[in-house]
């Protein structure tokens, strides 16, 4: 999870029914007396509270290209908090900003207790949307028949006949109360969905029961609940609550709704983060560390709220988050009077949405984050269907935009001046009947310099007649064609007449060897422009390259000075000091030999149209990058289930259950669907997954790594071997959990060897990977807190595994919203000693995902975070496509170093041994590397290093860590939408650099538009 936490949003709150549920358990009669009080004595401004003692962030009045914010004194403030009070917003409600004070920037330990950077960035957005946040807490009109609909067959079973309504329950959290209750059915709980009584309390009371992490709890992990809807109208009269890992699951036959009131009180019909009434904006739980959950099959309805009020859904999330297959209702039309919207996301660190659908509003989806993928979306008669407050990246695919007056807002500037969206990457989507497709604040001057980055490819504007606008309602991009693609913001592309690199036959290169040629700087390419006319489109929807297109302008950069780092020492109790870089350097790990040198490359800061890359077949479905949604199985009969504690496993925690799951597995047949309980399954050898099966689990059960046999990193095994080499046949894996329990310092979590024998048939789908920081994990902070203030050893009882997720060459994989997160804090030991002030732990894990496929591999949503050598590495594969990737670099680096981190460089898996470094910021964990590959493709792709030993001084300079993105004797490498932060060097080529931090600023990170290799 991103760490630097922003400044929580400071919100207008309605009183009522935000505070009714501090505790553990809900008053329900206090609750009953408080709606019904609500419901006479309400009025939609009351709630709003001064927020004194904070300073307003100079971000607004000024931006800083080193990163640094300074506050400003309260008459300055006051100015600018005047000022941002606009005519708009004047008349959205009345204008409080005058006594509405935001929080300074600074930094500060959150309550998870880890020192964090805040950004001033999204104070100044809080400022914009919390206004909207509150004309869209209340009030109906006609529902409108859009289903979303998910890939593959559309269920026609009955609407009583899901299996996981009926399945027996014998789940049980392994790490707590055995009799706690995990799936908890509304209805058995009094709600009536009967369209008419009001269900709030019963919903409610069903999520809320068992002493459950609500307010007051920032996490826990042995509190799970699967809260199910059958089909029905569910009338709600306040937010129904979903605390800390919760699913919320409706009945995919028939989906159920739940509808507001028309007097409706509060933020949104459903609330994942609630804001605390005289909490300064404190909400219950910390946003960027807002982990599992999930919403899935419903309808969301706001049309009985008045105009100028309502939400659908408050979705202010992290990461192993998703929405799945759900509809948004709200009012059509209305003119300036409607101020509905489907999805309010004020901040997090996400995730992944697919299948969506909204009908109505003022915004279909109102969104900010700091990164987030999002797939299959469509907007119906929205005025505009996707606002996008800020954000530091932000994915879309397979969006279709019909009947609203504006697609896509990205050009938010909440001081007049400064953007506050990053970036945004739209892929094979489509417009229709929507004049103004997309709105964007970047031009040729303004701030940040990187700052509204914007990356479309295969995007249909025939049905607009702007494709892309500026501030002033001009024409960057006109409609009426098919944009094959186009970018905007910094690009590096090979300069003309650069030949592909002689690539070697696949094999497990050398560690040791050193690129044979030295990169080229880049060049300055030709300063002349000529505005953009048809470059990359052409009318009647057919598509061209765009190859030798101009930019609207462009900013040409001269060549690199490349100068060496200086030696550092080894690492002290006192935090090593940022160097202020000016230039790359060359303090990078050896490359592999390559006959031919890396290609001269020219940077333009521009508006122009692009070459696409030309991919795969076996990547793309009708011309379009495939996908495939989660399958929920609901044509399926409860009798194809098969439970592995009922035939045999204990998931207990402590018995060794591997020869049990191995036996069911082996057993189960094709057309039987492996159904893992709620529980913690010990493995203590290899298990070997048959090349035809499906596994889906019980809200993320637990599967364990222990023993001898996953101790030797010499001779590591896989814990889950999912095929043989060679196999081909059907793979889907669904809500599952891998774990050690304890150090496993030769597990290799999953190897995955099977290929699909139809497109994207072996997949995953909300499986992650979590080691350390959780109940039986044994790598708790009881026995690794971190202590930066020491010189810090690897400790190998706080060892994790050594490979998360290696994807072998034989193999082809899809991947949609996997984690793959080496606990950087502690999730369920609140009460330790001292873990108010300081929850954060050390665990030392070798490396995240390998992936050494020929293809076709597609990851989408997926995040690796925090191990020692690398979070991404792509060896000697092909056809790779990832939209998007994050990750973060272990946090206690240098303190030790990667090569330091217990896990030393091993050349039969193409690690790196940092051998030419001269300095601690160099031998840091790499954010994605790819070695003699071809035809790697990131949509999207936020790469941070937020640390030098838990400190941020090295913030001020962006200089925490010396390279990121490493390329090594690789062809086709296109990088779409990288954004680093406080690397030196955000991307090296063959061991020097070709894409520098500091010329490259955005909102937070450093970004680029394209980076190609060659």
Not at 368 to 386: E, K, V
Not at 482 to 491: L, R, T, Y
Not at 603 to 610: A, M, S, V
Not at 986 to 1007: K, R
Request: proline share 6%; glycine share 8%; aromatic share 10%.
């Amino acid at each position: 999870m991103a760490s630097l936490h922003r400044p929580r949003s400071t919100s207008c709150h309605h009183e009522p029914l935000l505070h009714d549920f501090q505790g553990q358990e809900i008053d329900h009669e206090r609750q009953d007396e408080e709606i019904s009080s609500a419901k006479n004595d309400k009025k939609p401004e009351d709630g709003l509270e001064e927020q004194d003692n904070h300073i307003y962030p100079r971000w607004l009045a000024s931006h800083s290209r080193e990163g640094r914010y300074e506050k400003i004194t309260p008459e300055e403030q006051d100015h600018h908090t005047s000022s941002f009070c606009s005519a708009e917003t004047k008349s959205i409600l009345p204008c409080y900003l005058d006594s509405l004070r935001l929080p300074e920037v600074k930094r500060h330990h959150s309550r998870s207790g880890r020192e964090a950077f805040v950004m001033a960035v999204l104070s100044a957005a809080s400022l914009f949307l919390i206004l909207r946040i509150l004309l869209v807490t209340l009030w109906p009109a006609s529902l409108v028949d859009a289903v979303p609909k998910p890939q593959g067959d559309v269920p026609t079973a009955a609407a009583d006949g899901y299996w996981l309504a009926n399945i027996p329950r014998n789940g049980k959290v392994a790490y707590g109360d055995s009799s706690y209750k995990i799936f908890r059915n509304v209805k058995e709980y009094g709600a009536k969905g009967d369209g008419s009584t009001d269900d709030t309390v019963a919903i409610n009371r069903a999520i809320s029961e068992g002493a459950r992490c609500g307010e007051g709890c920032d996490s826990s992990t042995v509190k799970p609940a699967i809260v199910y809807f059958p089909s029905g109208t569910y009338m709600v009269s306040a937010p129904i609550i979903q605390y800390y890992y919760t699913q919320f699951i409706g009945d995919p036959h028939n989906l159920p709704v739940i509808k507001a009131t028309a007097n409706f009180v509060g933020i949104a019909v459903l609330d994942t983060d609630p804001y605390i009434p005289g909490g300064n904006g404190r909400q219950w739980y910390t946003n960027q560390n807002n982990f599992f959950r999930q919403i899935r099959n419903f309808v969301v309805d706001i049309t009985n709220q008045p105009l100028g009020l309502g939400a659908g859904i408050h979705w202010q999330v992290a990461q192993a988050t998703s929405l799945q297959n759900i509809r948004f209702e709200m009012r059509k039309g209305g003119g300036s009077e409607n101020k509905q919207q489907g999805i309010f996301m004020d901040n997090g660190s996400g995730g992944f949405m697919s299948d969506l659908v909204f009908n109505g509003g003022l915004f279909g989806a109102f969104l900010g984050n700091q990164q987030f993928t999002t797939r299959n979306l469509t907007f119906n008669d929205c005025q505009t269907a996707i606002f996008m407050n800020w954000n530091w990246l932000w994915t879309f695919k397979s969006v279709n935009i019909n009947n609203c007056g504006i697609g896509l807002d990205m050009a938010n500037r909440p001081d007049g001046n400064n953007q506050s969206v990053g970036s945004v990457l739209l892929l094979d989507s489509k417009f229709t009947a929507t004049p103004t497709a997309i709105k964007t604040a970047f031009s040729e001057n303004s701030i940040p310099n990187t700052g509204g980055t914007l990356v479309l490819e295969n995007v249909d504007f025939t049905g607009a007649q702007v494709a892309v606008a500026g501030l002033t309602g001009n024409t960057v991009l006109a409609g009426g064609a098919v944009v094959d693609s186009w970018a905007q913001g910094s690009i590096y592309r090979p300069s003309a007449g650069t030949q592909r690199m002689a690539k070697r036959l696949p094999q497990a290169p050398a560690a040791s060897e050193a690129c044979s040629a030295s990169a080229a700087p880049l060049v300055s390419s030709a300063t002349a422009v000529t505005p953009l006319s048809s470059g990359g489109i052409t009318a009647g929807g057919a598509s061209t390259p765009s190859a030798g297109s101009a930019s609207t302008f462009s900013s040409v950069v001269s060549p690199i000075a490349v100068s060496p780092l200086p030696s550092s020492g080894s690492v002290l109790s006192a935090p090593i000091s940022p160097i202020p870089f000016a230039n790359g350097t060359q303090s990078n790990v050896t490359a592999q030999a390559c006959s031919e040198p890396p290609s001269p490359k020219a940077r333009i800061r521009g508006q122009q149209g692009l070459t696409a890359p030309t991919k795969a077949t076996s990547l793309l479905d009708n011309g379009k990058v495939f996908e495939r949604s989660k399958p929920q199985y609901e044509n399926v009969p409860i009798s194809s289930f098969v439970s592995v504690k009922s035939k045999g496993a204990k998931g207990d925690g402590v018995t060794d259950d591997t020869a049990a799951i191995q036996n069911i597995l082996n057993s189960a047949t094709t057309d039987q669907i492996v159904y893992f309980d709620h529980g913690a399954y010990v493995i203590t050898d290899t298990v070997n997954v048959p090349k035809n099966i499906k596994i889906t689990g019980e809200i993320w059960p637990l599967i364990m790594a222990s023993g001898p046999a996953f101790s030797d990193q010499n001779n590591p095994r896989p814990v889950f071997r999912v095929g043989a080499p060679g196999d081909r046949g059907a793979v889907e894996m669904t809500d599952l959990m891998f774990q050690t329990l304890g150090p496993a310092p030769g597990a290799i979590m999953m190897e995955w060897n099977v290929a699909d024998s139809s497109q994207g048939s072996c997949a995953l789908w909300d499986v992650h990977f979590r080691i350390g920081g959780t109940a039986g994990t044994r790598l708790q902070i009881d026995r690794c807190q971190k202590n930066e203030n020491v010189t810090t050893t690897f400790k190998p009882e706080c060892a994790g595994a050594f490979m998360l997720m290696h994807i072998t060459q034989q193999a082809t994989a899809y991947l949609e919203n996997t984690w793959f997160w080496v606990a950087d804090h502690e999730l369920d030991l609140s009460s330790w000693p001292g873990y108010a002030i300081n929850n954060q732990i050390n665990v030392y894990n070798g490396r995240g995902i390998l992936v050494e496929s020929k293809g076709p591999v597609w990851m989408y949503g997926t995040s690796s975070e925090h191990s020692q050598l690398y979070n991404y590495q792509i060896a000697n594969a092909q056809d790779i496509w990832m939209g998007s990737i994050q990750t973060e670099t272990a946090y206690m680096q240098a303190n030790p170093n990667a090569l330091n981190g217990g896990f030393p460089p091993n050349e039969a898996y193409s690690d790196p041994d940092f051998a030419t470094c001269t300095t601690d910021s160099c031998r840091k964990t790499w954010g994605l590397r790819v070695l003699d590959s071809n035809d790697v493709y990131m949509y999207g792709g936020g790469l941070y290093s937020f640390f030098e030993n838990y400190n941020q001084v090295c913030l001020d300079t962006e200089s925490c860590q010396e390279n990121m993105v490493d390329i090594q004797c690789s062809d086709d490498v296109w990088l779409f939408g990288l954004s680093t932060k406080a690397s030196v060097n955000m991307v090296t080529v063959n061991g020097q650099s070709q894409a520098i931090g500091l010329e490259n600023d955005n909102v937070f990170c450093q970004t680029v538009a394209l980076f190609q290799e060659p």
